[in-house]
């Protein structure tokens, strides 16, 4: 059970591990969603995947139904493995398969449990994050834990570059997980929950009050979508990557080496996204937009 291109990993691990005692004998998946300038219905990366594979897809617009109950149950599934799956299973459908649940969350619970644990770990300034096998529960992400990996976040991840690695190391252990026979349940301990909330909007201008360091690990946290920004000359400009430097000057004025000062330090511009224009690296924009040093940006 999953939709975006992050769980197509894990589907290929799982349809990797098929044999005589394992196969898939379904996959659910959210419906076809318009995308694109023609509003065309397209369907998620996994329906497509598990197209190609030759594997039966269901795409129910709500699982409270009675028919969509009747119709899991007659799978007989042995386990179900969910990976942003976008929907939330109802106790019924959790006590279906006969050894449960299992789910793969992007973060080393019980830190950052919810909507966006990648997001939140790099805006965090998190080290390490992982990914977690769970066994699923009511809760939300408080099932008890049966694997995990653990990676290194990088300096200069972003959100997608972290993604991608996730959702690899996500198919991986998954793989592990299906061939273990030694899994212990783990009960996620009671100290250290955080809870990664979707993103909004509002969080995405950037605030150079605090230090470049900070908006540093905000900016690729926010990276590439929705993109952080600010304001030049009156108009939005994303900031896609930026670099931290040792400076001392006014807050939110233009530096002589066309950094911006923040609170603690200056970020340096490296890409950046102007509105309606396409990305382009720091030093074109200041040479295009006409920023010069000591020039106070819009807060």
Request: glycine share 10%; net charge negative; hydrophobic share 45%.
């Given at each position: ?13 799982l ?28 369907k998620?990366?996994?329906?497509q ?7 039966q ?22 386990l179900a ?6 929907m ?48 699923m529960?009511a ?24 993604h991608d690695?996730?959702?690899?190391l ?8 299906l061939?273990a ?50 304001e ?9 990557a ?13 530096a ?16 950046v996204q102007p ?5 382009m ?19």
């Amino acid at each position: 059970m999953g939709t975006p291109d992050f769980a197509v990993p894990a589907f290929e691990a799982l349809r990797a591990a098929t044999n005589d005692a394992y196969n898939i004998v379904a996959v659910y998946t959210r419906p076809p969603a318009k995308q694109g300038r023609g509003l065309q219905l397209t369907k998620s990366p996994v329906h497509q995947a598990a197209e190609a594979a030759g594997i039966q897809v269901f795409t129910p617009t709500r699982l409270k139904d009675k028919d969509e109950l009747e119709r899991f149950h007659a799978l007989q599934p042995d386990l179900a493995v969910v990976v942003a799956y976008g929907m939330i299973l109802p106790q019924d459908w959790l006590d279906t398969p006969t050894q449960g649940c299992w789910n793969i969350h992007a973060s080393l619970l019980p830190r950052w449990r919810g909507a966006a644990p990648i997001q939140r770990a790099l805006m965090a300034g998190d080290a390490e994050t992982g990914v977690a096998i769970m066994q699923m529960a009511a809760g939300l992400d408080t099932g008890p834990v049966l694997l995990e990996k653990r990676i290194a976040i990088a300096a200069d991840d972003t959100a997608q570059s972290l993604h991608d690695k996730l959702a690899l190391l996500g198919g991986a252990a998954i793989g592990e997980a299906l061939m273990a026979d030694d899994l212990v349940p783990h009960e996620q301990p009671q100290d250290g929950v955080t809870y990664a909330e979707k993103i909004d909007k509002a969080e995405a201008k950037i605030d150079f009050s605090r230090s470049a360091t900070t908006l540093d690990a905000h900016i690729r946290g926010l990276s590439p979508f929705p993109g952080a920004w600010f304001e030049a000359n009156g108009k939005r400009v994303k900031v896609l990557a930026a670099k931290p430097i040792a400076a001392n000057g006014t807050m939110a004025t233009v530096a002589e080496s066309g950094a911006i000062y923040c609170g603690e330090g200056a970020l340096q511009l490296v890409t950046v996204q102007p509105a309606g224009k396409g990305a382009m690296t720091g030093a074109d924009f200041l040479r295009g937009r006409g920023l010069v040093p000591a020039q106070k940006l819009d807060t």
